[in-house]
């Protein structure tokens, strides 16, 4: 199973549906969505820009929002950034947990490696990603979801003030 789904959805061991004849192909589906409030949809949204301007205010880089909407059923939006250090990853981590708590949200799970390469937050409907760089570019997150549109989540750089 993969990481991400294992505890939340379960795959049928085979396509056999007991009305099959053999070497008949099972039917593939589309993946099941939950229904959801356009409120909710926000608040996703919301979430997952917050994460990724926590990230880059903490020194992450190359803080990317994934937009998985009606590509995926285990998440709607991945945030993915590369981290300087194990410690930093981890600081980022806590700092988006306070900020989740500060608007209602729980982690499902958070997952980390013994080395620290790979920090992850799974909140449901928004999953944190951080990576070293050298991690980063081995499991390319990026490329792997290459149909999913990136949001811009940037802050508007404010011009200079005249005094």
Not at 70 to 83: K, P
Not at 157 to 163: G, I, Q, V, W
């Amino acid at each position: 199973m993969s990481w991400l789904g294992a505890t939340r959805l379960r795959a049928p061991r085979s396509g056999y549906n007991g009305n099959m004849s053999p070497g008949e192909a099972p039917e593939k589906k589309a993946p099941r969505r939950r229904r959801r409030s356009p409120a909710d949809a926000e608040q996703a949204r919301a979430f997952a820009i917050a994460a990724a301007r926590i990230a880059a205010d903490n020194k992450a880089e190359e803080v990317v929002v994934l937009d998985l909407c009606g590509l995926s059923a285990l998440a709607d939006y991945f945030v993915i950034g590369t981290g300087t250090s194990e410690r930093q990853m981890s600081a980022v981590l806590d700092l988006i947990a306070d900020h989740a708590r500060e608007v209602g949200r729980r982690a499902f799970n958070v997952a980390d490696s013994s080395h620290g390469a790979w920090l992850l937050a799974d909140y449901v409907d928004v999953v944190v990603h951080l990576f070293d760089e050298e991690h980063r570019g081995y499991y390319d997150l990026e490329g792997l979801w290459g149909d999913a549109p990136e949001i811009h989540w940037e802050r508007a750089e404010r011009p200079p003030r005249e005094e």
